[in-house]
């Protein structure tokens, strides 16, 4: 073998030895416990000072800003965190260095505004965060409506939900439900009939895949507590028929008031207990459950950050 | 134009991928296609976006910093090696051999540019699916960059013919910095009073505005370009040019070369 031959084949194998070897060790040092304290923080926070660090690439740098929302939001969500500190201040400086991009003002909001577990809990926040985005995009019909689900479904504010929504429906290009659920919103507000046209609108103008799942999920939830109030109902007529409570279901189907066991959307029949509550059978299958999950069940986080998304 | 100005743009173009400048294209490549590829499954509903700004945003650094450090040794490099005395002793102007220098940079990053954007196009294909009518004003995004290296190329240029190579490349990217804070300069003149106004406003037209030529937000989100500002930016970026070019002539001319 030439010396050449020798060298070479000597500093492929000393090249693949210490790439092996160096990749070993950083994985030990990865498994060290970091002594970093809490990692919730931002060492720029002002969106002015950062829009004029960018140097003009400020597009760019918000593309990234938001990717550390979704990926902030998504890692404190599935650590169960308490607070989302940093969240309202990264969905600023995002949008301070893109004030056009929608998707921040419509994901975000959905992140700030639930309750936990599928939110932050910070509803005035999100509202913020929405008429920001409006100022700077007065054309997007689909703010409008943002601003009007935060109200109606996180503050259950019906006058301003309503307000948002007849505004929203004088924008050109406006989907025409806004204009169907401003004027609807006196009259049905706070009933199912109300959320089942938000969430209906919501499935019918996303074309995102997750979006539309999320919104069959919550009309899935509406369906179940309908369900829930009519079938409470026939135990009540059962019990002030019979003076007293059934057993089960078979009971009211014997007695005429149901033609058959009824089932729940995942295809399960409902349950009556004891007390005369009726339930579901596996709440977990059921995200956004308001009604017919047992007394005191918390829900567990939802499996993937999309399904958040209205 | 004249043929000794064209052999020397020629001869830089050469130079410049012999010292394979272009090799830029492949890194631009992997950074693209990894975007294009990996943001999909980090970000939510953005990847088109990252494409456009990601994608500009690297030709046109790429671009910046090729321009800066080619630049920077395009006169200062020829006299370092002795290479300028064998081209002045020769029937060639000074004036020529700096406007041959600047259109053979230029040209450099106009083709690096066209290949780039076949890169940014193909990945905004391959994120899509398909073109829409608004990805046409990438296109003009594409130009305003390229406008943007003509300036660089001049001043570049400039401060090569008179300052060392390390100098010159801090002070080309000194202004390039300044340049994109433009804005912020005409708007401290307009707080000030009296001579100060003045003088900020005079500092204001004389450095370079980068500012008005970064269009790379606003085509991201598919929104047009109005063809007065295309109209301006042109007139604008190519009489700057020229007059960096003017003041590189001026002095290059006047140096002593013994």
């Given at each position: ?5 020798q ?6 194998l000393?090249?693949g030895a ?6 070993f060790?950083?994985?030990l040092a990865?498994q060290?416990?970091a ?7 931002i ?5 002015r000072l950062i ?8 597009g760019?740098?918000a593309?990234?800003y938001w990717?550390?929302?979704?990926q902030?939001f998504g890692a ?8 989302y500190?940093q969240l ?5 400086i995002t949008?301070?260095?893109d004030?056009h991009?929608v ?5 975000g909001a959905n992140f700030?505004s639930?309750?936990p ?12 965060l929405v008429e920001?985005?409006?100022?700077n995009n007065p054309?997007?019909w689909?703010?409008y409506?943002e601003?009007?689900?935060i109200?109606?479904?996180?503050m259950?504010?019906y006058?301003r939900?309503a307000?948002?929504f007849?505004?929203?429906s004088q924008?050109p290009n406006a989907h025409?439900?806004?204009k169907v ?13 109300m959320?089942?046209?938000l969430?209906?609108?919501t499935?019918?103008t ?15 939830a509406l ?7 009519a079938l409470?109902?026939l135990v ?7 003076g007293?409570?059934?057993?089960n279901?078979?009971?009211m189907?014997?007695?005429h008031?149901l033609?058959?066991i009824?089932l729940?959307?995942?295809?399960r ?5 004891l007390?005369?509550r009726?339930e579901v059978?596996?709440p977990d299958?059921i995200p956004?459950?308001?009604k ?10 939802p499996k993937n950050l999309?399904s958040?998304?209205r | ?5 064209v052999h020397i743009?020629?001869n830089t ?6 010292d394979?400048?272009?090799y830029?294209?492949?890194a631009f490549a992997?950074l693209?296609s ?10 939510i509903?953005?990847?088109k976006?990252?494409?456009i ?9 790429f671009?910046?910093v090729i ?5 920077i040794?395009?006169v200062?490099k020829e ?15 000074r004036?020529e051999?700096?406007v041959?220098?600047f259109f ?12 780039m954007a076949?890169g940014?196009?193909?990945a905004?294909?391959y994120v899509?699916h398909?073109?829409q ?6 296109l003009?995004?594409?130009?305003f960059?390229?406008?943007?290296f003509?300036m660089i190329c001049?001043?570049?240029?400039l401060?090569?013919?008179f ?5 010159s490349?801090?002070f ?5 910095v300044?340049?994109?804070f433009?804005?912020d300069l005409?708007?401290f003149?307009q707080m ?9 406003t005079g500092?204001?037209?004389l ?9 790379i937000?606003s085509?991201a989100h598919?929104?047009?370009v109005?063809g007065q500002l295309i109209?301006?930016?042109t007139?604008y ?6 007059m960096v070019l003017?003041g590189?002539?001026?002095i ?5 070369l013994?």
């Amino acid at each position: 073998m030439s010396h050449t031959r020798q060298v070479t084949l000597a500093a492929s194998l000393l090249l693949g030895a210490c790439l092996l070897g160096s990749a070993f060790f950083l994985s030990l040092a990865e498994q060290v416990p970091a002594n970093a304290g809490d990692p919730d923080v931002i060492y720029l926070r002002s969106p002015r000072l950062i829009k004029r660090l960018s140097l003009g690439y400020d597009g760019l740098l918000a593309d990234i800003y938001w990717t550390r929302v979704v990926q902030y939001f998504g890692a404190r969500h599935a650590a169960h965190a308490s607070h989302y500190r940093q969240l309202a201040p990264l969905l600023a400086i995002t949008t301070t260095l893109d004030p056009h991009l929608v998707v921040a003002y419509q994901f975000g909001a959905n992140f700030l505004s639930p309750e936990p577990p599928y939110g932050a809990g910070m509803a005035d926040d999100a509202v913020k965060l929405v008429e920001f985005g409006i100022q700077n995009n007065p054309d997007e019909w689909k703010l409008y409506y943002e601003l009007g689900f935060i109200y109606y479904v996180d503050m259950k504010d019906y006058r301003r939900a309503a307000e948002a929504f007849a505004r929203g429906s004088q924008i050109p290009n406006a989907h025409p439900l806004l204009k169907v659920m401003a004027a609807q919103m006196a009259q049905h507000a706070g009933d199912t009939q109300m959320g089942r046209a938000l969430w209906t609108t919501t499935y019918q103008t996303s074309e995102d895949k997750q979006i539309r799942a999320n919104a069959l999920a919550h009309l899935r939830a509406l369906r179940v507590a309908d369900d829930v109030t009519a079938l409470e109902d026939l135990v009540a007529q059962y019990g002030q028929k019979t003076g007293q409570l059934p057993k089960n279901l078979a009971d009211m189907v014997a007695a005429h008031l149901l033609q058959g066991i009824p089932l729940d959307p995942t295809g399960r029949p409902y349950k009556l207990t004891l007390s005369g509550r009726i339930e579901v059978e596996a709440p977990d299958d059921i995200p956004f459950l308001e009604k017919g999950a047992p007394p005191g069940y918390k829900p567990p986080p939802p499996k993937n950050l999309e399904s958040l998304a209205r | 134009m004249n043929t000794r100005i064209v052999h020397i743009a020629s001869n830089t173009f050469r130079e410049a991928v012999r010292d394979r400048v272009l090799y830029n294209l492949i890194a631009f490549a992997v950074l693209l296609s990894g975007a294009a590829i990996l943001v999909g499954q980090i970000s939510i509903e953005i990847e088109k976006l990252v494409v456009i700004n990601l994608g500009l945003t690297a030709v046109s650094l790429f671009g910046v910093v090729i321009a800066i450090f080619i630049g920077i040794g395009l006169v200062s490099k020829e006299i370092e090696k002795r290479t300028l005395y064998t081209v002045l002793s020769r029937p060639v102007r000074r004036w020529e051999f700096i406007v041959g220098k600047f259109f053979g940079l230029a040209g450099t990053l106009v083709v690096n540019t066209f290949f780039m954007a076949i890169g940014v196009f193909g990945a905004l294909l391959y994120v899509a699916h398909k073109f829409q009518a608004p990805d046409s004003w990438v296109l003009v995004a594409l130009y305003f960059i390229i406008l943007q290296f003509f300036m660089i190329c001049s001043l570049a240029l400039l401060f090569s013919s008179f300052s060392s190579p390390l100098l010159s490349a801090v002070f080309a990217f000194s202004l390039f910095v300044i340049g994109s804070f433009s804005d912020d300069l005409r708007g401290f003149a307009q707080m000030a009073t009296g001579a100060t106004r003045w003088l900020v406003t005079g500092v204001s037209y004389l450095l370079p505005n980068f500012s008005a030529l970064n269009v790379i937000g606003s085509v991201a989100h598919g929104q047009p370009v109005a063809g007065q500002l295309i109209a301006y930016n042109t007139a604008y970026s190519l009489l700057y040019s020229a007059m960096v070019l003017s003041g590189a002539i001026l002095i290059f001319q006047r140096r002593n070369l013994k």
